[in-house]
T-cell receptor
Framework: QKEVEQNSGPLSVPEGAIASLNCTYS??????FFWYRQYSGKSPELIMS????GDKEDGRFTAQLNKASQYVSLLIRDSQPSDSATYLC??????????FGPGTSLSVIP | DGGITQSPKYLFRKEGQNVTLSCEQN?????MYWYRQDPGQGLRLIYY???????QKGDIAEGYSVSREKKESFPLTVTSAQKNPTAFYLC???????????????FGDGTRLSIL
């Protein structure tokens, strides 16, 4: 089992819709979870950090964490073409390593 | 402006040659990291350093070397032993202040390395 897995893409949504990106992790002791956005040819940029169970909202982005299910998600409301990118889930494990998932490619269709 | 500066943006390596990628940060972050990204894939950790004069191997350290002589600098050398060095190399840093190791990493703009 891979340490951090993400839903396979590419994911296509129409403009204005909600995009849902999912991530599961294997280390039950993980405490910190991050979502990064990476445009093609560019470096990752941090979108959200989440540390506690529940939802965390920042503008059009909502991160959801369920430690019991070892699951973290990112919802993008009112998706825009500029949201088209690869989204990376990163997990800080109990052994102090940050593991990145393979990424999910999102395409928002105008 | 505070940030992480990687140079050069593009680098070409000849067979048998060592090349060094620069990473400098003025964020006063304690921890620094090097990742490799291959097309269509996630990030793989090469080396990381939590403090000056100390660093640890990541998952794919073979063929690479680093140094951490100054807090703001963490250069990566790709040696001739690395037989498939063509990739996008990313440097990152995180604060770890007050012993809080849960802060997110922030990335430089990356260096693209290719074989001549």
């Amino acid at each position: 089992q891979k340490e951090v897995e993400q839903n396979s893409g590419p994911l296509s949504v129409p403009e204005g819709a909600i995009a849902s990106l999912n991530c599961t992790y294997s280390d039950r002791g993980s405490q910190s979870f991050f979502w990064y956005r990476q445009y093609s040819g560019k470096s990752p940029e941090l979108i959200m950090s989440i540390y506690s169970n529940g939802d965390k909202e920042d503008g059009r982005f909502t991160a959801q964490l369920n430690k019991a299910s070892q699951y973290v998600s990112l919802l993008i409301r009112d998706s825009q073409p500029s949201d088209s990118a690869t989204y990376l889930c990163a997990v800080k494990t109990s052994y102090d390593k940050v593991i990145f998932g393979p990424g999910t490619s999102l395409s928002v269709i105008p | 402006d505070g940030g992480i500066t990687q140079s050069p943006k593009y680098l070409f390596r000849k067979e048998g040659q060592n090349v060094t990628l620069s990473c400098e940060q003025n964020l006063n972050h304690d921890a620094m990291y090097w990742y490799r990204q291959d097309p269509g894939q996630g990030l793989r950790l090469i080396y990381y350093s939590q403090i000056v004069n100390d660093f640890q191997k990541g998952d794919i350290a073979e063929g690479y070397s680093v140094s951490r002589e100054k807090k703001e600098s963490f250069p990566l050398t790709v040696t001739s032993a690395q037989k498939n060095p063509t990739a996008f190399y990313l440097c990152a840093s995180s604060p770890n202040e007050g012993g809080d190791f849960n802060q997110p990493q922030h990335f430089g703009d990356g260096t693209r390395l290719s074989i001549l």
